[in-house]
Nanobody, 124 residues
Framework: QVQLVESGGGLVQPGGSLRLTCAAS????????IGWFRQAPGKQREAVSCINKNNGYYGDSVKDRFTISRDHAKNTVYLQMNSLKPEDTAVYYC???????????????????WGQGTQVTVSS
């Protein structure tokens, strides 16, 4: 069974930065696309960014501000978030699936694997 554990959330001022970490464990991790969804109160769940072996994806709202990277040796995915805005406030979930299109939010099907979530709050 694949397990995903997030860390790195917290409170940051507008314009600041945070780095989220997703530590993955389980079988066939190299075959999975791993990424991030977020959920803000009263808003729809949103796919933020994801990565597989060769390709990355960013949602329009985070392009040019967020950078995703993956360390296959450590089974870890990082999301570097810069120039944070109050509208980035949400619970961020690490997610994984065999299909990049699912983790990128291009499918009605939700990702197969979810972490427990980490809160990111952007406020002065």
């Amino acid at each position: 069974q694949v397990q995903l554990v997030e860390s790195g959330g917290g409170l940051v001022q507008p314009g600041g930065s945070l780095r989220l970490t997703c530590a993955a464990s389980g079988p066939f991790l190299d075959d999975l696309a791993i990424g991030w969804f977020r959920q803000a109160p009263g808003k729809q769940r949103e796919a933020v960014s994801c990565i597989n072996k060769n390709n990355g994806y960013y949602g329009d709202s985070v392009k040019d501000r967020f950078t995703i990277s993956r360390d296959h040796a450590k089974n870890t995915v990082y999301l570097q978030m810069n120039s944070l805005k109050p509208e980035d406030t949400a619970v961020y979930y690490c997610v994984a699936d065999r299909l990049l299109t699912v983790v990128a939010g291009f499918s009605s099907q939700p990702p197969d694997y979810w972490g427990q979530g980490t809160q990111v709050t952007v406020s002065s």
